[in-house]
T-cell receptor, first 112, second 113 residues
């Protein structure tokens, strides 16, 4: 039973447009959410996070929105660039000790 | 970049043989983790450590053991490798127990034949 779900395995976006990656979760005890970016043959890299007491966090071109009532979060990338092409993982903090529960990932392709 | 080194980076081993993967950090972070990444599953936690000699199981710990004798080193051992343990293994570290990002190593690709 996946507690963190990324239902879109892939997303293709034109350069300069907005990329929206979605994530749903089932465990209402999650209180911290993160997005990681992963290039091939590299480890995941932390991108942005949000606490459950907030509904939005912004860092440059990246914004994460949290809708607790819907148990849904999304990552917006504006404007999208070819270098953003990677696999994006949504993760949620659970149970102390900073253990993270990850979604299956969404592969983003940004084309010129 | 966080100072995390995983070794080896690639390994091919035979079914039934023991395998040990090493994670070495230079950040003096208290918390260390081993994850595996498989298609369709994202990253799943195998074991984690919250201090020297303090470890606990994650969600997919069967067939794996860990040890942490020093702050900087976290070892993952497959006692008797099986084909289902073919995967990419990532070590991660964090400096706090809650609500903070974890930093990942570059991964070890393990193939069990």
């Amino acid at each position: 039973d996946q507690q963190v779900k990324q239902n879109s395995p892939s997303l293709s976006v034109q350069e300069g447009r907005i990329s929206i990656l979605n994530c749903d979760y089932t465990n209402s005890m999650f209180d911290y959410f993160l997005w990681y970016k992963k290039y091939p043959a590299e480890g995941p890299t932390f991108l942005i996070s949000i606490s459950s007491i907030k509904d939005k966090n912004e860092d440059g071109r990246f914004t994460v929105f949290l809708n607790k009532s819907a148990k849904h979060l999304s990552l917006h990338i504006v404007p999208s660039q070819p270098g953003d092409s990677a696999v994006y993982f949504c993760a949620a903090g659970s149970g102390g000790y900073n253990k993270l529960i990850f979604g299956a990932g969404t592969r983003l392709a940004v084309h010129p | 970049d966080a100072g995390i080194t995983q070794s080896p980076r690639h390994k091919v081993t035979e079914t039934g043989t023991p395998v040990t993967l090493r994670c070495h950090q230079t950040e003096n972070h208290r918390y260390m983790y081993w994850y595996r990444q498989d298609p369709g599953h994202g990253l799943r936690l195998i074991h984690y450590s919250y201090g020297v000699k303090d470890t606990d199981k994650g969600e997919v710990s069967d067939g794996y053991s860990v040890s942490r004798s020093k702050t900087e080193d976290f070892l993952l051992t497959l006692e008797s490798a099986t084909s289902s343990q073919t995967s990419v293994y990532f070590c991660a570290i964090s400096n706090d127990a809650v609500n903070t990002e974890a930093f990942f190593g570059q991964g070890t690709r393990l193939t069990v034949v």
